[in-house]
């Protein structure tokens, strides 16, 4: 078999699914099977798939005879058995002339086609320009499918019957130029695949050129044998360009949709978050989304920063599907600090756009099919934001608090000054509590207790006393002073610490106690008893020095003996000096 016009080294302008053609024709039959890749494209897009429109035109002159003639017809019948129902078939012999069409689905032909093609050839003649014109006739009708084929198939040359318009001079004869027109007009507005077959060496089946454009032409030789495998390659670069118009359709169409639950962000404080909702509108395709790009798109420095979270590279989006991302923004700007009085409000402000970066899952079937790699059309959306800080602290909340905190510290002021005087009065009392009471009389030892000096304590108003001798050599009351060279003894008065027997209420001991070696003799238990100090009870006759005796007398106090049961039974406590 000889292929013409397909050079394997470079892309021809003629096209890449020319190309394609020129490549299946090449592989042995049992290699043209599909990729798994391309299998999967056409189950998804078996819906989509647009149907085509094929003309076969078979030359039934008496030279076919020579070439097989039943071989390319049983091609021809084959080879309806290929197409899809819906696919639009029209088929014509002819030679002298073109014989009427079979024409309409190819489901409903299938059983048609070999009662129409006569067994044997039955023209004279070849009038390759009547056969073109009435199989462009098919392929321009309204309605046509964008899709179409036309195969030729001969044995010989341009050989018109007289009065035919189509004469040899392909180049000046006004039917063909218009015949040319037709076809250039054609193949503009659809993807026309022309294919030529010619039996035998002597055909003039590159006149196929001359009036389609040569991008749409393919033309071969051969012998009958290789018809039929010829036209099983034409099917299959049918089916490709079919799933390649759906493909391109739905890429054309198709996209992510890409939308933001609030895209004018307005809040108050130092963070926002949003939602980008990304959608694939392809009907058949999934879309890998390896992430979405954030770029600012305001100017100045910046002061709010934007990430997307819920996007990793391994996100297939299936058609219809949809992902939901989470979008973070952060104040980075320096924010006013410090205790300020009065409300203030700092605004920031940023504009980002959020590009969904995509590539398509079936990039290597897209290659085998020569459909241009571009990315999948992802909508940009542009999110702005303003995040507004509020400082200070309001006039009225400042005042507030001054007031609040002037009356805390006058409370506070009035509570100190009311403990300072009931600490007053507690000493005070304190004070007048040890303030020594009680009457003391003195005489020296011999002499009637009669005749003693008597003393009243409380008119001295004192809380500590001395026994002193007087130069005379009495003994006298006089105020305490360390400095009294004559002192006997010091008389006082101390606070009563708890326990306290049951009943009795906090108040004043008295305490005589003796003052270098003087000594203090008082009687205790029927016994007289020398003591440095005694605690000094109702009714006390005390001896000092063994010169003068001293009674002290007051009835708040308790006698001797009450005093001793109290003190033995440890709830008496009287202190230490």
């Not at 002597?202 to 012998?223: K, M, S």
């Not at 990315?375 to 542009?382: G, H, K, M, Q, R």
Request: net charge neutral; glycine share 8%; hydrophobic share 40%.
């Amino acid at each position: 078999m000889n292929i013409s016009s397909f050079n394997r080294k470079s892309r021809h302008p003629r096209g890449l699914l020319l190309e394609a053609l020129a490549a299946l024709l090449l592989i042995p039959p049992r290699l043209q099977v599909a990729s798994s890749f391309e299998e999967d494209l056409y189950k998804r897009f078996r819906l989509q798939l647009s149907n085509t429109d094929v003309v076969t035109l078979l030359d039934a002159s008496i030279s076919m005879k020579r070439h097989h003639y039943d071989a390319a017809r049983q091609a021809l019948i084959d080879f309806a058995s290929t197409l899809g129902d819906d696919e639009n078939l029209h088929v014509r012999i002819f030679g002298d002339t073109v014989g009427s069409q079979l024409e309409g689905r190819a489901g409903e032909l299938r059983d048609k086609i070999g009662s129409y093609l006569p067994e044997e050839p039955l023209f004279w003649h070849t009038d390759l320009g009547l056969a073109l014109a009435k199989g462009l006739d098919f392929l321009e009708r309204d309605g046509a499918s964008d899709i179409q084929a036309l195969f030729l198939i001969t044995d010989g040359l341009h050989q018109p019957p007289p009065g035919s318009p189509y004469s040899r001079d392909f180049s000046n004869d006004p039917s063909w130029q218009s015949l040319r027109r037709r076809a250039l007009a054609l193949c503009s507005r659809r993807k026309v695949l022309v294919y030529g077959f010619g039996l035998g060496h002597q055909t003039d089946i590159t006149l196929l050129r001359q009036v389609f454009p040569a991008q749409n032409v393919e033309v071969a030789t051969g012998d009958p044998s290789q018809i039929g495998q010829t036209l099983t390659n034409l099917r299959q670069l049918l089916s490709r360009a079919q799933l390649r118009q759906a493909i391109e359709t739905d890429l054309r169409t198709g996209g992510l949709h890409a939308r933001l639950d609030n895209p004018s962000v307005d809040r108050n404080g130092a963070g926002f978050d949003s939602k980008l909702d990304i959608t694939n509108a392809s009907s058949a395709l999934p879309v890998l989304i390896e992430r979405v790009e954030v770029q600012p798109a305001s100017h100045g420095p910046e002061q709010i920063t934007c990430v997307v979270e819920g996007v990793t590279p391994d996100n297939l989006l299936q058609p219809g599907g949809r992902i939901q991302a989470s979008i973070k923004g952060k104040l980075i700007a320096p924010q006013p600090s410090g205790l300020r009085i009065g409300r203030r409000e700092e605004i920031f402000e940023a504009s980002f756009r959020l590009i969904p970066i995509t590539r398509y899952k079936d990039e290597a079937a897209f290659r085998r099919l020569a459909i241009d790699l571009a990315s999948p059309n992802a909508e940009t959306v542009l999110l702005t934001a303003r995040l507004r800080v509020s400082y200070g602290v309001p006039y009225w909340l400042a005042a507030l608090t001054a007031i609040a905190l002037a009356a805390v510290l006058g409370l506070l002021s009035v509570h100190i000054a009311k403990r300072k005087a009931r600490l007053r009065e507690a000493a005070q009392r304190r004070t007048e509590s040890m303030r020594l009471m009680g009457t003391i009389r003195i005489w020296p030892l011999g002499q009637e207790e009669s005749g003693g000096h008597l003393i009243d304590l409380a008119l001295m108003n004192r809380q500590d006393l001395a026994l002193a001798i007087t130069p005379e050599g009495a003994l006298e009351v006089i105020s305490y002073n360390d400095s009294i060279l004559d002192a006997v003894a010091r008389l006082s008065g101390q606070l009563v610490r708890p326990p306290l027997p049951e009943g009795e209420q906090p108040g004043a001991v008295y305490r005589l106690v003796s003052v270098g070696d003087h000594t203090l003799t008082h009687e205790s238990g029927g016994a007289a008893l020398n003591a440095p100090a005694i605690t000094l009870c109702d009714n006390d006759l005390i001896e000092i020095d063994g010169r003068w005796r001293v009674r002290y007398t007051n009835h708040r106090l308790r006698t001797r003996a009450e005093f001793e049961s109290a003190e033995a039974g440890g709830t008496y406590d009287t202190g230490q000096w």
